[in-house]
């Protein structure tokens, strides 16, 4: 069964870059789907930011587009996550996930706190 | 975007009674709606999709219902597991804009 694990800091500071990577096993993303990440500030509901196919193409949330890239690595078998310019407002748990129109695969969620 | 709307906010119920959460969109999605369970500090678990259908290994006790803009989980007889919050998720623009509900909160 597809497994996956968010990676990177749980600390950034307000206007540098959130970094993430997600780490794939028993799948190969070159085989297909949609990976993406999703993700919930404490206490709240669930957020899409935006998805990858292993071609490369990609799909972003309207509302973080002009901040947000995705790209995945076949070779490593791994996708990231990249957040500009990050404010309190982005912390929040990250989850990386297989997205198959629903989403039947989610990793773990890693906290990442926004804070000088 | 498609916006969803989960009503109630929270659930009070007791073991055993029966569970309705109910989901609305903005405008129709047909049938291309999620339902997912998130138990604290866990990952959210995917339960329903295609309005309707069971995912893997999901007791029979969950049911959805509906199509265009009107969505209904139930939970037919309610045990300790199953106190939980639930998000609805449409994916109507696949692979476009996905949306999720604000949640239901099903508590004792």
């Known amino acids: 069964q597809v497994q996956l694990q968010e990676s990177g800091p749980g600390l950034v500071k307000p206007s540098e870059t959130l970094s993430l990577t997600c780490s794939v096993s028993?799948?190969?993303?070159?085989?297909?789907?949609?990976w993406g990440w999703i993700r919930q500030p404490p206490g709240k509901g669930l957020e899409w930011i935006g998805s990858?196919?292993?071609?490369?193409?990609?799909n972003y949330n309207p509302s973080l587009k002009s901040r947000v890239t995705i790209s995945v690595d076949t070779f490593k078998n791994h996708f990231s996550l990249m957040l500009t310019s990050v404010t309190a407002a982005d912390t929040a748990v990250y989850y990386c996930a297989r997205l198959e129109r629903q989403v039947p695969y989610w990793g773990q969620g890693t906290l990442v706190t926004v804070s000088s | 975007e498609i916006v969803m709307t989960q009503s109630p906010a929270t659930l009070s119920v007791s073991p055993g009674e029966r569970a309705t959460l109910s989901c609305r969109a903005s405008?129709?999605?047909?049938?291309?709606l999620a339902w997912y369970q998130q138990r604290p500090g866990q990952a959210p678990r995917l339960l329903i999709y295609?309005?309707?259908t069971r995912a893997t290994g999901i007791p029979a006790r969950f049911s959805g219902s509906g199509s265009g803009t009107e969505f209904t989980l139930t939970i037919s007889s309610l045990q300790s597991e199953d106190f939980a919050v639930y998000y609805c998720h449409q994916y109507n623009d696949w692979p476009g804009t996905l949306t999720f509900g604000g949640g239901t909160k099903v508590e004792i």
């Open positions: 028993a799948f190969s993303i070159s085989s297909g789907y949609y």
């Open positions: 295609g309005a309707s």
């Open positions: 990858i196919y292993h071609s490369g193409s990609t």
């Open positions: 405008q129709s999605v047909s049938s291309n």
